[in-house]
Structure formats: structure tokens, C-alpha cells
């Protein structure tokens, strides 16, 4: 069993910054790939960022609409990864949550992700 847990959200004016983290426990998060999704009320929950093993290169993958102002990191001594916000805008608005599973074939999808964080609130005002 992996337990995810997610910090750093709040409200935020837009053209702000934010940072998440997700903290991991009960296996080795060295051999997971992590992942951020959020999802805006009324709609589905949708992949944001990705973040492969270490050993295979730690490759990061982004949704389009968050390319070039958002970065997925990880620390495998902390055992947590990050989510990076920066340039924030009002559609960001949504829960994000913090998922893991053992690899990254086709990582956009939310039910191809085994362990999820109960989430956060980010809110973007303009």
C-alpha cells in the first residue's frame, strides 16, 4: 500500500506561484512514477504533470495547458515529489491531486493510476 498526502494549495491572485508536494509512504518511491491531476468542479479529473523512475532518467511529461509554466520534480530522499506552479491563471482553479503506480504507459489516463492523495484546493483569482 502507498500513502499519498498533498500540501501547499491555497488561494493565490493570477500571475502568482505555487508550490504542492506530495509526501509518499509504505514502498519505495524510488521505484514509482508520480504523478499531478486535478479536477475543476463540475468536471473530470484530468492529468497535469508526470515524473518517471530515477534509474530510467526521471523523464517529465505535461498536459499542453500547463507546459511552460509548471514543473514536476522529485526528491527520492525525501520522499516526495513536487508540483511547481508558476504564472498561475484563473482555469487553474481545481483540486489537484497526487497519484503513484509502478511505470508510465499511458500515464493521461486516471484509472491507469493505482494510489491517489485525498487532494488540495488551489484557487486562482483574476
Known amino acids: 500500500q502507498v500513502q499519498l498526502v498533498e500540501s501547499g494549495g491555497g488561494l493565490v491572485q493570477a500571475g502568482g506561484s505555487l508550490r504542492l508536494s506530495c509526501a509518499a509512504s509504505?514502498?519505495?518511491?524510488?521505484?514509482?512514477?508520480m504523478g499531478w491531476f486535478r479536477q475543476a468542479p463540475g468536471k473530470e479529473r484530468v492529468f497535469v504533470a508526470a515524473v518517471g523512475v530515477t534509474w530510467s532518467g526521471g523523464s517529465t511529461y505535461y498536459a499542453d495547458s500547463v507546459k511552460g509554466r509548471f514543473t514536476i520534480a522529485r526528491d527520492n530522499a525525501k520522499n516526495t515529489a513536487y508540483l511547481q506552479m508558476n504564472n498561475l491563471k484563473p482555469e487553474d482553479t481545481a483540486v489537484y491531486y497526487c497519484?503513484?503506480?509502478?511505470?508510465?504507459?499511458?500515464?493521461?489516463?486516471?484509472?491507469?493510476?493505482?494510489?491517489w492523495g485525498q487532494g488540495t484546493q488551489v484557487t486562482v483569482s483574476s
Open positions: 497519484a503513484a503506480r509502478r511505470d508510465l504507459y499511458d500515464y493521461v489516463r486516471v484509472s491507469r493510476w493505482d494510489y
Open positions: 509504505g514502498r519505495t518511491f524510488s521505484s514509482d512514477a
